[in-house]
């Protein structure tokens, strides 16, 4: 099957697939201390979601662009795959089990940013015109040519909070300046922050927050789970952020590797019943 769009891919490891799905503003790098706690039992496979870094591509893209991407890197790898999906990559990931089930064996998301789920009158709806004055401002700043002032407020106002900027390496803010730019192409898109098609409860879900996260992205989680996809299994890592394959690493990945295992075993067990029966 050919693609209008190549991925940068990076694949390591045997076994069952597991892909991880980036965030907004990164690349594949992102999961550089995430990935080997992994690869020892799985096929780990990384890339570039269109628009950043090694993926170049000079227009707006859509988010149910980015779910036939990934929709169409998964059947060239081999349906069904286990998807791990941070942020927007939760958001795509998410979309993409609503429309296409039957890609998907398992999927774990953390703090995907749907302000589309929020209910009028409640405290996350309040936030929600914050987050989205923010990002307007955000957005601004790249327009005007200042992408790592764009990157710098991102880092510190929406994403990780105060002070945050100053603590991350070089080239982790090299590569949010260069993909700056993406951001813009997202919020062109009206339904960035929707969920117009539910998550099948055949597909194994795990949905996680971080303790130290910004207030919003743990209300939209809390949401999700109360009354979106009250199927998934919850979980909340303790002394973690938004990011947190960077920044507890081992602790995330355990909590992957036991859902996926578990997932796994289930599908094994409900296909043996199917044959029995």
């Known amino acids: 099957m050919s693609r209008v769009f190549e991925p940068f891919v990076v694949a390591e490891g045997e076994g069952p697939i597991v892909v991880l799905v980036h965030g907004g503003w990164t690349d594949h790098r992102t999961w550089d201390f995430f990935a080997p706690h992994l690869s020892d039992c799985y096929r780990v496979v990384r890339y570039d979601r269109r628009g950043h870094s090694r993926s170049p591509w000079a227009e707006p893209v859509p988010r149910r662009q980015d779910e036939d991407d990934l929709a169409a890197l998964i059947e060239e790898l081999g349906a069904p795959v286990h998807l791990v999906g941070n942020s927007y990559g939760g958001s795509i990931s998410l979309g993409l089990i609503g429309r296409r089930p039957e890609l998907v064996a398992s999927v774990a998301l953390h703090e995907p940013p749907l302000l589309g789920v929020a209910r009028p009158g409640t405290p996350l709806s309040a936030e929600r015109h914050v987050v989205l004055g923010a990002l307007d401002e955000v957005a601004a700043e790249v327009r005007r040519g200042r992408p790592e002032v764009g990157a710098c407020r991102f880092v510190e106002e929406v994403a990780l909070g105060p002070g945050?900027?100053?603590?991350?390496?070089?080239?982790?803010?090299?590569?949010?300046?260069?993909?700056?730019?993406?951001?813009?192409?997202?919020?062109?898109?009206?339904?960035?922050?929707?969920?117009?098609?539910?998550?099948?409860?055949?597909?194994?879900?795990?949905?996680?927050?971080?303790?130290?996260?910004?207030?919003?992205?743990?209300?939209?989680?809390?949401?999700?789970?109360?009354?979106?996809?009250?199927?998934?299994?919850?979980?909340?890592?303790?002394?973690?952020?938004?990011?947190?394959?960077?920044?507890?690493?081992?602790?995330?990945?355990?909590?992957?590797?036991?859902?996926?295992?578990?997932?796994?075993?289930?599908?094994?067990?409900?296909?043996?019943?199917?044959?029995?029966?």
């Open 164 to 277: 945050s900027w100053a603590m991350l390496p070089p080239h982790v803010k090299a590569t949010m300046v260069a993909n700056a730019h993406t951001l813009v192409g997202t919020l062109a898109d009206p339904h960035w922050g929707a969920l117009t098609d539910l998550a099948s409860p055949s597909v194994p879900l795990l949905l996680s927050d971080g303790t130290d996260s910004p207030a919003w992205l743990r209300m939209v989680a809390d949401e999700l789970a109360n009354s979106v996809v009250p199927h998934a299994e919850r979980l909340t890592l303790a002394a973690a952020g938004h990011v947190p394959h960077l920044t507890n690493p081992a602790e995330y990945a355990t909590a992957v590797r036991h859902f996926v295992s578990s997932a796994t075993s289930s599908a094994t067990s409900s296909t043996t019943m199917e044959v029995l029966s």
